[in-house]
């Protein structure tokens, strides 16, 4: 019989970017890599595109300096189980968890994440209030746009792209058909090999009218999603400056509609370089993780776990 106790989950999506979600304020967890991708495994586990681990910021050593400015730290894991800096689908659905489980009301909030802190605003639902019923906003900080030839490929093919950093990697590629992306289970090829010594996000993008595109992506760590958040602003940003937007120079902010496989985003950009992304986020399901499962994918000698509480 295991020692282990019960541990709660939940599962959200984003634009259908889905995500076991671990409440974990005291973060008395040991999740390891290992048990990571254990639990968003698809087939064996209970499937995601990645791991929300929340805990409160003063309980975690990466987060402790955020404290005074977010009580809560997304500690998000790619499918695979490696760490990454941001993930824009999984903010928004981290509040909404926040907001199920009544540490916060809607208006406005800080989220902490390896990007920084997050300002996030959790719309009013339901009829009258101006906005799709519970759409959350994030404030994603400012894209940065390292210099230099970047191009991705699949197959025969090869497109330049545009390296875009929203916190964690991009490489967004204009291309004529979304089909020409292939499977994006495997990730495309890029160049040159030291342009992304970290791994790379990689969208690829086809226009869908004024101001209007639509992309699929590969995530590092997850293969390919229905969504990315980080991707659809880095994807916004691109987009703006091929068409010779830049907010910074107009004193306008723009906006780009971004369709993902899994929904739509909209993303606007602003004369400080600060950009916004709304989207849709929803709590699907709750339960809890049984001991005797764990103990076979990670031993609790090795990983010891103690139950928690929402
Ligand atoms: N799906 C996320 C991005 C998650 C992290 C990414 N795979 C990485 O490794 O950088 C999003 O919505 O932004």
Redesign the pocket.
């Known amino acids: 019989m295991s020692t282990r106790t019960r541990i709660a989950f939940l599962k959200g999506h ?1 634009t259908e ?1 889905d995500f076991v979600i671990i409440p974990d304020p005291d973060n008395a967890l040991d999740l390891p890599p290992a048990v990571v991708a254990a639990l968003c495994d698809r087939r064996a586990g209970i499937g995601g ?2 791991l929300l681990h929340v805990v409160r910021s003063a309980a975690h050593p990466e987060a402790r300096d955020m404290a005074g400015d977010a009580e809560w730290f997304m500690d ?1 894991r ?1 499918a695979d189980g ?10 928004r659905v981290f509040a909404r968890y926040l907001q199920h489980a009544g540490h916060v009301t809607e208006g406005d909030l800080a989220v902490a994440t390896r990007g920084g802190v997050k300002t996030v605003h959790i719309a009013k639902a339901g009829p009258g209030s101006g906005s799709a019923a519970g759409d959350v906003t994030v404030g994603m900080g400012r894209a940065g746009l390292p210099e230099g030839e970047v191009t991705v490929g699949v197959g025969e093919r090869n497109w330049p792209a545009r390296n875009v950093n ?5 490489a967004v590629a204009f291309v004529a058909d979304l089909a020409h992306a292939g499977d994006l289970y495997s990730r495309p090829a890029f160049g040159p090999a030291t342009a992304y010594p970290d ?3 990689i969208e690829f993008v086809v226009d869908r009218g004024p101001r209007h595109v639509a992309m699929r ?1 590969h ?4 293969g390919e ?1 229905r ?7 880095a994807v916004a940003v691109a987009a703006a400056r091929r068409d010779g937007a830049d907010p910074a120079v107009t004193g306008t902010p723009v906006t780009y509609t971004v369709d993902v496989p899994g929904g739509t985003l909209v993303i606007t950009e602003r004369p400080d370089g600060e950009i916004e992304m709304t989207g849709p986020a929803v709590i699907v399901a709750e339960g809890e993780i049984r001991p005797e499962w764990l103990e076979t994918v990670a031993p609790a000698a090795d990983t010891p776990v103690e139950n928690v509480n929402q």
């Open positions: 984003g970017n595109d990645g998000y790619n490696s760490v990454a800096e941001m993930c824009g689908n999984g903010v929203m916190g964690n990697p991009h791994g790379v996000n992506v995530e590092r760590g997850s999603t969504s990315c958040g980080t991707g659809a602003c």
